[in-house]
């Protein structure tokens, strides 16, 4: 079943079935937009940690298609800080008001040392890199796919990191601080 995700207020979300979600591709997926807000006691779909990086009121969506081939996610964000490049990951636990709330990386073969900076976890075949640089508008995005669907329950959020994801072992899949956050029910 695929869903779609809107934020109607910085503390209100509501879920609702995505019409034609997965048409034309065979398989099913999530499909989220949100507008980031401030961490506070209410769950929110986004959140930002760093307002100059992403600012309340800068819109993300998420799309993620499953097929017979595998899965693709594909981010998309609005009004973050310009010409900047920026890490992204699928993370294993939702977005809280903490950075640290969204877990580690959502790995297809898990890496039995955490948190992994191993090259042959760390890498954009066992996980979901979604690196990309803002346009002068503050635009940007990127897609990836991977030859595997997420483990039910196991992917729950989209994490932007500070910079660029790095691939040398003992630093292999960081990105720097977790600047933002976005709850998205992966199929």
């Not at 594909?74 to 809280?96: D, E, K, W």
């Not at 008001?97 to 992994?116: A, I």
Request: overall charge neutral; aromatic content about 6%; charged content about 20%.
């Amino acid at each position: 079943m695929s869903f779609a995700v809107s934020l109607l207020a910085a503390s209100m979300a509501v879920l609702s079935p995505a019409a034609g979600a997965g048409a034309g591709t065979g398989g099913q997926g999530a499909d989220v937009s949100a507008v980031f807000a401030d961490p506070t006691g209410d769950v929110l779909r986004a959140v930002t940690f760093d307002r100059a990086a992403v600012p309340p009121g800068a819109r993300v969506t998420v799309t993620e298609r499953t097929g017979h081939d595998g899965t693709r996610v594909h981010l998309r964000l609005h009004g973050v800080q310009p010409g900047r490049t920026f890490g992204a990951h699928v993370h294993m636990q939702p977005c809280g008001t903490r950075p640290e709330d969204s877990g580690g990386h959502y790995q297809q073969v898990k890496d039995p040392k955490q948190p992994s900076t191993d090259p042959a976890y760390a890498n954009p075949r066992n996980e979901v890199w979604l690196d990309f640089t803002s346009d002068k508008r503050g635009d940007g995005g990127a897609s990836s796919s991977v030859a595997w669907r997420f483990r039910s329950g196991e992917a729950r959020s989209v994490v932007i990191h500070e910079h660029a994801t790095e691939r040398s072992p003992g630093r292999a899949g960081t990105a720097g601080d977790r600047l933002a956050c976005v709850n998205v029910p992966f199929v």
